[in-house]
């Protein structure tokens, strides 16, 4: 839990005044947080911790950084996704 | 070279192991201060490939980790309280209290869940209106406003039902508390790219001057770890202590204001335990007084609860670089990942944990036994 994952705004919108964002990990859809990056636009990538956005990245960059997550085995924990959940997203 | 390979650029990475060699004349002890990193290094077998001059400290850098004894004892005691639903990150799950973990108390009968997000847990007050839901707080600067945000969300939306049990730490009082050591070994710290994300470098630039010992904001990824240890080494051959920034594709010097501004509504700093370490004053976060409604330990009587370490553990000599994890007696013995005796061995991102994931085939000799 003490690392961050990159991924891509896919849409915003607004839940009761917070921000919240569907951002897309390497093919898993997480609801997240933007309420820290308010100006963050659909398209752009973000830095995620447990479910907020806390920093913007280039695409690159964030390739880079998932390519190792998924590398590694550890990107569907990261995301608290369960693996039989994440095999149905990817 | 075995490990040179497994980085995503392997020319890059040779080129910062000979940068390094080329520079450093004198013996060093390097910190970092970020699980993450910790993590990195074992596994990519940094510490191995670098000079042996250079000598890496994995420092108290895993929030669950440093979570005290205390602490967990006291989530095991509320979660196992009638209607109460505990929600912890999922890493806190199998950590193991005085006699038990969360698993356990889930498997007698309490409503232990796993969240992703605080906001889940949040949710999950709204949802049950007729139960207590209580989220377990912990981590560094990069958790707090994920964390703050919770708390302020129920008292904007009115959720009387909702608490959090915090343990909030701060990693410069940490930094500051292991180079006051008498018996510091630290010459240069790597600071926690994710931690200054979210703080910005400015909170460390005061600590270099004070101290005299460089600081380089660091990322988590085999590469950057080296880029920092470059940039550390250099400096100190060098003879200057500065506050440098390794990571500038994440991290800038005011940080994440609206993340400080939210965090600074909800928290305020405080003394605080560290596992394997001991009291570090002002090291960190728990409830202001106009959020104090939604403090856990208030609103649960569960009692007063002081649980000693075990004795065997020299975790607190691993976060401070007097020991190597494999120094330690029980090291892969009476301690493993399933049935942790300290701070270290507890989450994948501890050092001892890290050791006995990566190293235990690597000449380092335990004993394996059938279920660990
Ligand atoms: S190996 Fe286990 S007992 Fe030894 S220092 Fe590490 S956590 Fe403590």
């Known amino acids: 839990m003490c690392l961050a994952v990159p991924g891509k705004v896919m849409d915003v919108r607004d839940d009761r005044g917070t921000r919240m964002a569907t951002v897309n990990f390497d093919g898993i859809?997480?609801?997240?947080?933007l309420a820290y990056l308010p100006d963050i636009a659909v398209g752009e990538y973000v830095i995620v911790h447990v479910g907020?956005?806390?920093?913007?990245?280039?695409?690159?960059?964030a390739m880079e950084t998932l390519a190792m997550f998924r590398e590694l085995g550890i990107l569907e924990e990261e995301l608290g996704v369960e693996s039989s959940e994440a095999g149905a997203a990817s | 070279m075995k490990y040179l390979d497994e980085f995503n650029d392997p020319e890059l990475a040779k080129k910062l192991?000979?940068?390094i060699d080329r520079v450093t004349t004198k013996r060093w002890a390097i910190m970092e201060v970020c699980g993450g990193q910790t993590h990195a290094i074992i596994r990519n077998g940094i510490d191995q490939l670098l000079n042996d001059k250079i000598e890496l400290i994995h420092g108290p850098g895993c929030p669950v980790c440093v979570t005290p004894l205390g602490g967990i004892?006291?989530?095991l005691a509320i979660a196992s309280l009638p209607d109460v639903i505990f929600c912890s990150f999922g890493d806190m799950i199998r950590v193991p209290g005085s006699n038990r973990d969360l698993f356990q108390v889930r498997s007698e009968g309490g409503d232990v869940r796993i969240?992703?997000?605080?906001?889940?847990?949040?949710?999950?007050?709204?949802?049950n209106p007729d139960k207590e839901v209580v989220f377990f707080a912990i981590g560094f600067e990069t958790t707090a406003p994920a964390n703050a945000m919770s708390v302020h969300q129920a008292k904007q939306r009115g959720i009387t039902n909702f608490s959090v049990l915090v343990s909030h730490v701060l990693v410069p009082p940490a930094i500051e508390a292991i180079?006051?050591?008498e018996d510091s070994r630290v010459d240069g710290f790597l600071a926690a790219g994710h931690v200054c994300s979210i703080m910005g470098t400015w909170q460390y630039g005061p600590l270099v001057d004070k101290h005299q010992v460089p600081i380089v904001v660091t990322g988590f990824e085999p590469l950057d770890v080296l880029e920092g240890i470059r940039r550390v080494v250099i400096q100190?051959?060098?003879?200057?202590?500065?506050?440098?920034?390794?990571?500038?594709?994440?991290v800038s010097e005011e940080g994440n204001v609206h993340a400080q501004t939210l965090v600074a509504e909800v928290f305020e700093v405080c003394d605080r335990m560290w596992r394997g370490i001991g009291e570090i004053p002002q090291s960190g976060w728990r409830l202001a007084p106009a959020y104090r409604e939604f403090d856990a330990e208030l609103r649960f009587d569960v009692g007063a609860i002081d649980s000693p370490e075990s004795e065997l553990c020299r975790s607190g000599e691993?976060?401070?670089?007097?020991?190597?994890?494999?120094?330690?007696e029980a090291f892969g013995k009476e301690c493993t990942p399933r049935k942790p005796l300290g701070a270290t061995m507890v989450s994948s991102e501890g050092a001892c944990a890290a050791y006995y994931q990566y190293r235990r085939l690597d000449g380092i000799e335990v004993e394996v036994s059938a279920g660990g």
Request: with cysteine; aromatic share 8%.
């Open chain 1, 29 to 33: 859809e997480k609801e997240i947080c």
């Open chain 1, 52 to 61: 907020f956005a806390i920093s913007r990245l280039d695409e690159d960059s």
């Open chain 2, 17 to 19: 192991f000979a940068d």
């Open chain 2, 73 to 75: 004892d006291k989530a």
């Open chain 2, 115 to 127: 969240v992703y997000s605080p906001l889940d847990a949040v949710k999950l007050a709204e949802e």
């Open chain 2, 179 to 181: 180079v006051d050591a």
């Open chain 2, 236 to 250: 100190l051959e060098e003879g200057r202590a500065e506050l440098e920034n390794a990571y500038p594709r994440v």
């Open chain 2, 318 to 328: 691993v976060l401070q670089g007097f020991i190597k994890p494999n120094e330690c």
